[in-house]
């Protein structure tokens, strides 16, 4: 998994990802006061491009940012998804350079956008067929919900859990929030299964709202299965027969096991999996 | 209140403000994983500079920041206070730029260091004297303990709560902790009377370890007024007397109203201000 993008774009010009490239009095870099999109790109496309774009808008809108025109990106998305098989294309935007000292902005500022394409990292296949460990991080989420759901800039905690590395028994590492609520994995979201229908955290305290997780809300209630958002509360992820992961890259990964409990990839999960693995291999837009 | 710094070190290195200068790839633009001092400069000399370096170590040490030798550090900022008679600077260190994509570090990132020299603004001497009025913000802070004190670079909390602009009525906004207790202003600590003594919010669960909460904590013990850390509730708000707002800048202002309240600058106030004057005027180091 490469740090280096094969390609990056600054507000829409080509330039070498090696060299210097940001203000240095960029917002982003200041404060991360911005948003970014993960968008995986198979078979040249982008999927759940207008998805993806529909969550950056709507983050800007609340941070009151200045996106300008949406189409630009969605552009240079589909363009950049086009020159290479399968990719990774993250999208960052952000208030731009500051146009005043401190905290507050003043309206005049300029967005900056970043677009950056990674190669497609390797090991996904094994974890979607065979499922994945995961533990529980010691560190919960900060709740506040002037910033839940957004995929804003500020993941220092997900840098924080991150770093309890998950060993070969753990692929991602499952947290809760201050007030004691399962919310999310650190690059992921997650479903459990209660009581034979499908719940995944609320994201209104803290948590994003993943474009999979909402791919999945939509494709599962579409199939038949019973799926809803709601709290999902320790107990409840003890007594469950069912989990998954979602994110964009990933799809759907099984939970084989929570620390030392074993779990099978149950049926829930099976008919999750399938009805999304077409929209998987073959991109749609929404 | 200019936002452009007229001197910006990058890793020691001068460079053009205005120009590109941070890359694309580094972890304090994706994640905001870093962390900054802003260090108030007179006299051709940084306030309290070996105290900033302390949180700045500190906090690296939580971070796992490989920070390199401190005194480096140290000289870039009397070199750049030396310059001007007056000034604030920004030093930022971020983990640097990303080896592998993903929250997780490496270990293997080399930091990047950022020294921004800002020209002093203007409107101090009078809240000084005169103390600022201050209103409530509807928005509550996270609780995360692994982010609470460190003065880091996820400041989208600040941004957000600073944009319910101050108006004439008020120079800061309280911020109260989801679980509702008083932790700090956007830009300040915050130290209230309560029966005789003088309390600041504890900044374990949120809220940053500034270091004029510091200096005042240490020169009010000093100076026999009883002080101490502690939790401060809306009804101890409501209930105090005497209301004061700290940073490295303002160094104490006095509360003369919270939103419809009026208060008087009372004479713990005062006396903090008397003992901390001397060390406003003329930099020590500690």
């Not at 005049?108 to 094994?126: F, H, M, S």
């Amino acid at each position: 998994m490469s740090a280096n993008p094969d390609l990056l774009l600054l507000n829409g010009r080509e330039i070498d990802p090696s060299a210097p490239a940001v203000s240095p009095l960029d917002r982003g870099f200041h404060f991360g006061d911005g948003l970014f999109e993960t968008i995986a790109c198979v078979r040249r496309k982008p999927r759940f491009l207008s998805l993806h774009l529909e969550r950056l808008v709507s983050g800007c809108a609340r941070l009151h940012i200045d996106l300008g025109a949406v189409n630009v990106i969605r552009d240079e998305v589909r363009h950049a998804a086009a020159a290479t098989d399968v990719s990774l294309i993250k999208v960052m935007v952000t208030r731009g350079p500051a146009v005043a000292r401190g905290y507050a902005w003043s309206g005049r500022e300029t967005a900056t956008r970043v677009l950056l394409r990674y190669a497609w990292p390797q090991e996904d296949t094994a974890a979607q067929r065979e499922g994945v460990g995961v533990r529980v991080s010691a560190m919960r989420l900060g709740e506040n919900p002037a910033l839940a759901g957004m995929k804003h800039l500020n993941r220092l905690e997900q840098v924080i859990a991150r770093s309890a590395v998950p060993g070969a028994d753990a692929a991602e590492l499952l947290l809760f929030s201050s007030s004691g609520q399962l919310i999310c994995g650190t690059m992921s979201n997650v479903f459990v299964e209660r009581a034979g229908r499908l719940i995944t955290p609320r994201v209104d305290r803290c948590g994003v709202a993943g474009v999979m997780r909402r791919v999945v809300l939509r494709e599962a209630a579409r199939a038949g299965i019973a799926v809803e958002e709601g709290t999902v509360s320790e107990a409840d992820l003890d007594a469950t027969r069912e989990i998954f992961l979602t994110n964009a890259r990933i799809g759907v990964w099984p939970v084989r096991s929570v620390g030392a409990r074993t779990l099978r990839a149950g049926v829930l999960t099976q008919q999750v999996q399938s009805s999304i693995a077409p929209l998987l291999e073959n991109p749609v837009d929404a």
